[in-house]
Nanobody
């Protein structure tokens, strides 16, 4: 039906940069917003950044000025992460709040999630 797939995780040195990308595919009628959440070891999942279809953005205080979210292509979202810190180590999950279609019928908008990609910030 709808699938979100993340790309770009890996090992990065402190102070380094990494770009995450996510593509949503399937029977999508309309995307209202997409974003990134993360979950560190032993921590709860938290919001990193979101962007609406109109381009409005929202960032967690901990990443403001270091991370940039964008949606340059249809049904995709990217997260440019600069000046990474060890505290940014986490599994990063792509989120899409969107309306899918089944058999020509539009479903109510709901949250869809990717499986996550691990970002490790370490020397």
């Amino acid at each position: 039906q709808v699938e979100l797939v993340e790309f770009g995780g890996g090992l990065v040195q402190p102070g380094g940069s990494r770009r995450l990308s996510c593509a949503a595919s399937g029977t999508i009628f309309s995307v209202y917003s997409m974003g990134w959440y993360r979950q560190g070891l032993g921590k709860q999942r938290e919001l990193v950044a979101t962007i609406t279809s109109g381009g409005a953005t929202n960032y967690a205080d901990s990443v403001k000025g270091r991370f940039t979210i964008s949606n340059d292509k249809k049904n995709t979202v990217s997260l440019q992460m600069d000046n990474l810190e060890p505290e940014d180590t986490a599994v990063y999950y792509c989120n899409g709040f969107l309306a899918a279609t089944i058999g020509g019928r539009h479903l109510d908008p709901m949250d869809y999630w990717g499986r996550g990609t691990l970002v490790t910030v370490s020397a």
